[in-house]
């Protein structure tokens, strides 16, 4: 089925350590996100590309890297992780130009840091 | 810069019940209107938008949302509710402007509780 492909789903990481949340989607679009999901804070947005080789931060990207290689794949980076980036985590995308059409969603990284 | 609020962090109803789940949005400039659900350990899925036209829009499972511009609200309505609608429902808005990254703002979620 196309859409957006999370992985993996769970994930616990002690302090300090780094991991690549991995995202990827077949429906060629330009646009790709990544959020976070804290309980009663909505979803705030961490980095955004527009296309293969551009990214830039969103509204809380301290603590996260991001890079963009292909139109495909947008992978997350936790360099040293820490116990406020227990959250989960969800990438999206969407085609581009015009209305936005709304965003497809992944299932979703639940990370637990101790 | 565009916000949404969602007035009710929670909203319990009876099952057959009818439903509002309410919205505000705050912008400068011509938007487009979302609402998305979220089922428990799932991803968003998309239930309804407004990007022009009619202010009263239908979506998926009964749902439909009336944007209102004087009162920069789109309300979500359900006139009869059903257990399998328990979720955790978002507003988002995106900023109509060209050449923009279009990035959605969302609300901070109202979760649906529909009792027997």
């Known amino acids: ?41 909505g979803l705030k947005l961490i980095y955004y590309s527009v296309g293969a080789g551009i990214t830039d931060k969103g509204e809380v990207p301290n603590g996260y890297n991001v890079s963009r290689s292909t139109t495909e794949d947008f992978p997350l980076r936790l360099e040293l992780a820490a116990p406020s980036q227990t959250s989960v985590y969800f990438c999206a995308s969407s085609s581009a130009p015009g209305p936005p059409r709304g965003y497809t969603f992944g299932s979703g990284t639940r990370l637990t840091v101790v | 810069a565009q916000s949404v609020t969602q007035l009710d962090s929670q909203v319990p109803v009876f099952e057959e019940a009818p439903v509002e789940l309410r919205c ?93």
Request: aromatic share 14%; proline share 4%; net charge positive.
């Open chain 1, 1 to 41: 089925n196309a859409g957006v492909t999370q992985t993996p789903k769970f994930r616990i990481l002690k302090i300090g350590q780094s991991m690549t949340l991995q995202c990827a989607q077949d429906m060629n679009h330009n646009y790709m996100y990544w959020y976070r999901q804290d309980p009663g804070m």
């Open chain 2, 24 to 116: 505000n949005y705050s912008s400068s400039v011509s938007v487009y209107l979302f609402w998305y659900v979220q089922y428990p350990n799932q991803g968003l899925q998309l239930l309804l938008k407004y990007l022009s036209g009619s202010t009263l829009v239908k979506g998926i499972n009964g749902f439909e949302a009336e944007f209102n511009k004087s009162q920069t609200s789109f309300h979500l309505r359900k006139p009869s509710v059903h257990i399998s609608d328990t979720a955790e429902y978002f507003c988002a808005v995106s900023g109509n402007y060209g050449g923009s990254q279009g990035n959605l703002i969302f609300g901070k979620g109202t979760k649906l509780s529909v009792k027997p």
